[in-house]
């Protein structure tokens, strides 16, 4: 990608950022020919967080498409949550190592393994993720909107039952998520998950019978249903 291109020139001269390249490559390559049970998903893990952790100088991430994908790899349903865990672990710190412009243009990146995980995840693992959400992603405030509907289906699980631990807290996120964008965008994109994908339905109706606008005017129904009658 272009933006590996521009950091590895960055610091093409650079011997200890070579040598960082080059942990990081040995060990993605371990993973093909030393990961087969969930155990060796925890030592792959914490020997790749290791790597990073040695060059904390650089806010970069080598191969990181490759990266990302062993991430998702390991945010597997049918792996312990303890792989999870220790997978949510080194997001966590690639994101903090990043920094915000970087993780907004990266999101595709590390999104697609993140996003689907919240319907999956134990209840002793969703605080940790709705963490990352909370601390990573919210501050990215309008560069969100490329994701908005894809964050709004990933978050809606946790609306699922009423009472449940995630339940407050996916309300939260929303109630920031709506101020971070337009509330007419926001609310555009929660219709259209409505809409396009039944098994979010119900979380979606919890939603709206709490935090739905009262439409007193043509402009309220702007707000509520978005003015872009294509998509609606």
Excluded: C
């Excluded at 979606?204 to 294509?230: C, F, H, T, W």
């Amino acid at each position: 990608p272009l933006s590996e291109m521009r950091e590895s020139e960055k610091y093409r001269k650079d011997s200890r950022y070579k040598k960082y390249v080059q942990l990081v490559e040995k060990t993605l390559q371990s993973f093909d020919k030393e990961v087969n049970e969930w155990a060796d998903f925890i030592s792959f893990l914490g020997r790749l967080l290791k790597a990073f952790q040695a060059y904390p100088q650089y806010p970069v991430i080598p191969r990181k498409l490759v990266v990302a994908k062993r991430l998702s790899q390991s945010l597997n349903p049918a792996l312990p949550p303890g792989v999870h865990q220790k997978a949510l672990e080194v997001y966590t710190h690639i994101f903090k190592s990043i920094g915000t412009d970087q993780l907004a243009e990266d999101l595709p990146v590390y999104s697609h393994g993140l996003f689907p995980f919240l319907q999956y995840a134990a209840m002793n693992v969703k605080p940790q993720l709705l963490e990352i959400y909370e601390v990573y992603y919210l501050p990215l405030r309008t560069r969100l909107r490329p994701v908005m509907k894809a964050l709004i289906t990933a978050l809606l699980p946790g609306l699922e039952e009423e009472g449940s631990e995630s339940f407050d807290k996916v309300l939260f996120l929303f109630e920031e998520l709506s101020g971070t964008v337009e509330q007419s965008y926001f609310l555009q994109s929660l219709w259209l998950v409505l809409i396009t994908t039944p098994s979010l339905r119900t979380p979606a109706l919890n939603y709206l019978s709490r935090q739905m606008p009262k439409i007193a005017s043509k402009e309220d129904v702007a707000v509520m249903l978005g003015d872009d009658v294509g998509l609606m």
